[in-house]
């Protein structure tokens, strides 16, 4: 029997039905058990939302929202819609909204991945990028700014995700009663983040009514102010954390804390490193807010002294998340990757010669490549090393730009005829103060000794290795 034919291959799974319309294909998730993970005497399953067409739970309240305002008249033929949001809901409700004939325009924190923005303005949303960090009644938060926006466009529906019930009425309606079936009333625990509150709220309550025992278990990002009101009853002053979509600094209308038993603050470290350990383990690519999550269902079912059928959510894809906790250099400068220490200036190196992770060229480089290169891996300025790797000189995009208004043919010519040849050479155990003339002369330093070149210092790096220290 060929593979194709094969049972086991297959599992005797139903074929997929044809849909006619990509709103169609909203919900009815897969349920995925997590095998690979240290669960305790637990098992944990994960109800797949980044197989929605929007690659997130928040098409399943984008559909019922907008639906809801076209049947009570708040939503007219020819609106636009107006969101405050981290990003997925943005992304659903312009999902909905190019099927549907109405305008969008999403007012987001600009903390958020550029995957979100570049997806949101591929849809043809508009996206208005705003400070994340104010808080609530501040004229340039989020929420507050989208609510002022939709008051000033004409024939506009504000759809405040918020406060909107119709938000965790499709959680009652849709995604408590799949996870019940798919789990054939046999669970003990669920457990969600809080981004607008309708997931708890909606699924809580169905899986409440089913059975009373089942514990609502909140994963909060720490800095998050929902974590201490569940668990003391204490209101902290919110924090900052750099996992997108769920925390809050302030309770949402349409939240029922009564319906959570205990919650889990998690760090962003906990978060990524949970959510990449997830993608090696289990191969499942999720996002920011997933790491919240996992941490937090993990914790719970490695602290149970028998065994219990815990539930959560992959509540987005990972792929909007790339740039971020996927990256290496993002979780290295971001400090969630320890680095080997020296005390002295290599500390400063962003990408460290002696461990690959720079991107140089050779002097016989075509002008040509290198432009594609450094477009490539989005820097301003390369090292160019010779065959016993030495640098003989450095290529900006100074040097780029008059090399190509000067020759036709530039880009055919190689590196050596247009790369600056004065270098700034500073040794490895040279002081910070050592920079600065070499900065104020708007160059980058080479740090470089007798044995060997170790990489470049920028401005930014200088900037970025103060930061942290301030933390």
Request: glycine share 8%; charged share 25%.
């Amino acid at each position: 029997m060929s593979q194709a034919a094969d049972p086991m291959t297959h599992h005797d799974r139903p074929v997929a039905p044809v849909f006619h319309n990509i709103l169609e294909m909203i919900g009815n998730t897969p349920m995925l058990e997590l095998k690979q993970l240290d669960t305790g005497p637990c098992q944990l399953f994960v109800k797949m939302e980044s197989m929605n067409p929007g690659n997130s739970i928040k098409d399943r309240i984008a559909i019922s929202m907008v639906e809801a305002a076209e049947q009570d008249g708040r939503l007219k033929p020819g609106g636009t819609i107006i969101e405050a949001t981290a990003g997925n809901t943005g992304i659903a409700l312009a999902l909905v909204a190019s099927q549907k004939g109405y305008g969008m325009k999403v007012v987001m924190p600009d903390k958020m991945s550029d995957e979100k923005i570049s997806h949101l303005r591929a849809m043809g949303a508009e996206v208005v990028l705003t400070r994340s960090d104010v808080g609530k009644g501040h004229p340039e938060y989020y929420q507050d700014m989208a609510a002022r926006i939709a008051a000033e466009t004409p024939n506009s529906f504000y759809v405040n995700q918020f406060g909107n019930p119709a938000n965790p009425e499709a959680h009652l309606r849709t995604t408590g009663p799949e996870i019940w079936a798919q789990m054939e009333g046999r669970m003990d625990a669920f457990v969600a983040g809080v981004g607008s509150g309708g997931t708890v709220t909606g699924v809580g309550r169905f899986l409440k009514e089913q059975d009373p025992s089942i514990e609502i278990v909140l994963a909060d990002p720490d800095g998050s102010i929902l974590a201490p009101l569940v668990n003391e009853g204490r209101r902290i002053e919110p924090g900052s954390w750099l996992v997108e979509g769920i925390g809050e600094d302030f309770v949402p209308d349409i939240l029922d804390l009564d319906l959570v038993t205990k919650a889990y603050s998690v760090t962003d470290a906990q978060a990524f490193h949970t959510v990449r350990e997830l993608l090696r383990k289990e191969g499942v690519l999720a996002g920011s807010s997933v790491g919240t999550l996992l941490h937090a269902a993990l914790q719970y079912c490695r602290e149970q002294t028998k065994p219990k059928r815990v539930v959560s959510l992959i509540c987005d894809s990972g792929a909007k998340y790339l740039s971020k906790m996927f990256n290496d250099f993002w979780m290295i400068d971001q400090g969630f990757i320890e680095r080997k220490r020296y005390g002295d200036l290599r500390d400063l190196i962003a990408r460290r010669h002696d461990e690959r992770q720079d991107y140089t060229l050779k002097p016989d480089t075509p002008l040509v490549q290198a432009i594609k290169r450094m477009r490539m891996f989005d820097v301003s300025q390369m090292a160019v090393l010779d065959e016993q790797d030495h640098v003989v000189g450095m290529l900006d995009e100074s040097d780029i730009l008059l090399a190509l208004t000067r020759e036709n043919d530039a880009g055919r010519l190689p590196v050596r005829d247009y790369m600056t040849s004065r270098l700034e050479t500073i040794r490895p155990t040279a002081s910070f103060n050592d920079l600065l003339p070499i900065f104020r002369a708007d160059r980058v330093a080479i740090v470089a000794d007798e044995k060997g070149f170790y990489g470049l210092i920028t401005r930014i790096d200088l900037i970025n290795y103060l930061r942290k220290q301030l933390v």
